[in-house]
């Protein structure tokens, strides 16, 4: 099994920073950090930051310039740097895992971290 955990969640005013970590442990042979996911109340999830294979990076428009995604691949960690907070950043943020088995991708997440903008 793989265990996916995140932290550093918390409330913050706007205009605040917080830093995001994500590490995965157990069976995590050939996992791979990916990404950074959001869902806020009523709202599907939604993508805010993720690595292609090539290892470059994509981040949602809303979230560009803001916000930094990075990661450590040999300690199966990835982080995420939020910067000038909103209250529409308000959600809970899900990391996302990937391992390729074949032609199959299979996807883990932790249970999420609840980040709070709010004055």
């Known amino acids: 099994q793989v265990q996916v955990v995140e932290s550093g969640g918390g409330v913050v005013q706007p205009g605040g920073s917080l830093r995001l970590s994500c590490a995965a442990s157990?069976?995590?042979?050939?996992?791979?950090?990916m990404g950074w996911y959001r869902q806020a109340p009523g709202k599907q999830r939604e993508l805010v930051a993720s690595?292609?294979?090539?290892?470059?990076?994509n981040y949602a428009d809303s979230v560009k310039g803001r916000f930094t995604i990075s990661r450590d691949n040999a300690k199966h960690s990835m982080w995420l740097q939020m910067n000038s907070l909103k209250p529409e950043d308000t959600a809970v943020y899900y990391c996302n895992y990937q391992r390729w088995d074949t032609n199959l991708r299979y996807d883990y997440w932790g249970q999420g971290t609840q980040v709070t903008v709010s004055s």
């Open positions: 690595f292609t294979s090539g290892g470059s990076t």
């Open positions: 157990g069976r995590i042979f050939n996992i791979s950090p």
